[in-house]
């Protein structure tokens, strides 16, 4: 079972990024698959949240609202983050990790809740 992420780099404030997230060896398009980052020093932080099945809500933490947008496409079984207005603070590692029921919220962050986790990738936000 592996969830891979890429897509990460460096950009300058106010720049965009896409992240990519490729899932394997499960049932993607039922799974719950979030992204959660850690900035430098600090702890795990949820970022966004993408329900499978039919329904496939998605939600957001206040700090990403309005300027990140979570998407799935579950033909290729990946799950992406479009990033725009990057800032500063937005500097992370970024994972992708799936589970089988519904999370979302600041409670999302603990790695302890996910059945899958990726390796993460690194977003620099910096002029």
């Known amino acids: 079972v592996h969830l891979v992420e890429s897509g990460g780099g460096l950009v300058q404030p106010g720049g965009s990024l896409r992240l990519s997230c490729a899932a394997s060896?499960?049932?993607?398009?039922?799974?719950?698959v979030n992204w959660v980052r850690q900035a430098p020093g600090k702890g795990l932080e949820w970022v966004s949240s993408s329900e499978g099945g039919v329904i496939g809500r998605t939600t957001y933490a206040d700090s990403v609202k309005g300027r990140f947008t979570i998407s799935r496409d579950n033909a290729k079984n990946t799950l992406y983050l479009q990033m725009n207005s990057l800032k500063a603070e937005d500097t992370a590692v970024y994972y992708c990790?799936?589970?089988?029921?519904?999370?979302?919220?600041?409670?999302?962050?603990?790695?302890?809740?996910?059945?899958?986790w990726g390796q993460g990738t690194q977003v620099t936000v910096s002029s």
């Open positions: 060896g499960f049932t993607f398009s039922s799974y719950t």
């Open positions: 990790a799936g589970m089988k029921y519904w999370c979302s919220g600041p409670v999302c962050y603990d790695k302890m809740l996910y059945d899958y």
